[in-house]
């Protein structure tokens, strides 16, 4: 497991969590962790029943743009030890890709074979980290679509969907492609704690962006915006 904490800015984490997480603002925080506590303990929990309603009651914004290829991701969410969690993977170092070694959700470009963005994530999910997600989890929402930016040109539109499964699913990733998996908790993201800075050198000298930190890994770029818009949604600021 490669941890990437050295790369977080961490000088400016209550700033972030000011004015970068819309979702912080009126949010039942516990207080400071004590000796011993750890800050998953601190978190108001979030209930799955509370996401799905959340998600029923607001329209994802669709891109209807044309683009020259589509993806689409699975944000699997499962209630166990009280919270919500989200299964994230970290992505196998490969030369050539530009989201190489990054925290992301299961997914991938469409084939030309598939009729729906949703057999995509559900390929791409199965392919990833062995989970059917057709069999074992219920699609419940979708985030607004999100244009790809790396530091090299791409017209790409990823599309969220996001699942919901009743128990804890132990993934099986395929070593080609993802290093580990992580269920993270969602509302531990939801606290002042959770808020970093990410260096990137490749976007210029001194470039550092938004990003959520847990347990050492660094959660910034695409996935960070889809999660922000997740929680955005539950807190209903999105």
Do not use: C, K
């Not at 790369?7 to 969590?17: A, K």
């Amino acid at each position: 497991m490669r941890l990437l904490a050295q790369e977080v800015d961490l000088s400016q984490q209550n700033n972030v969590g000011v004015h970068v997480f819309p979702f912080l603002r009126n949010q039942r925080l516990a207080p400071a962790a004590a000796p011993g506590q750890s800050l998953d303990m601190l978190a108001a929990p979030i209930r799955l029943t509370e996401v799905r309603e959340r998600l029923s009651r607001r329209q994802a914004i669709s891109i209807e743009d044309s683009v020259e290829s589509q993806a689409a991701v699975a944000v699997l969410l499962a209630e166990f030890r009280g919270d919500t969690h989200a299964l994230l993977i970290q992505r196998a170092e490969r030369e050539g890709d530009p989201w190489s070694g990054h925290m992301a959700f299961p997914g991938g470009r469409r084939e030309p074979h598939e009729t729906d963005l949703l057999l995509t994530a559900a390929r791409e999910t199965h392919e990833e980290i062995g989970i059917d997600i057709v069999a074992h989890a219920e699609p419940i929402g979708q985030l607004d679509d999100i244009r790809a930016q790396s530091d090299r040109p791409m017209d790409l539109l990823i599309r969220p969907y996001v699942y919901a499964t009743s128990t804890e699913i132990d993934p099986r990733p395929n070593a080609d492609e993802v290093q580990t998996t992580v269920w993270v908790p969602l509302s531990t993201l939801r606290t002042p704690a959770a808020a970093a800075r990410h260096r990137y050198p490749a976007a210029g000298t001194g470039a550092s962006f938004p990003a959520f930190q847990y347990r050492g890994f660094v959660i910034w770029g695409l996935t960070y915006r889809m999660l922000s818009g997740l929680l955005e949604t539950i807190s209903g600021a999105g």
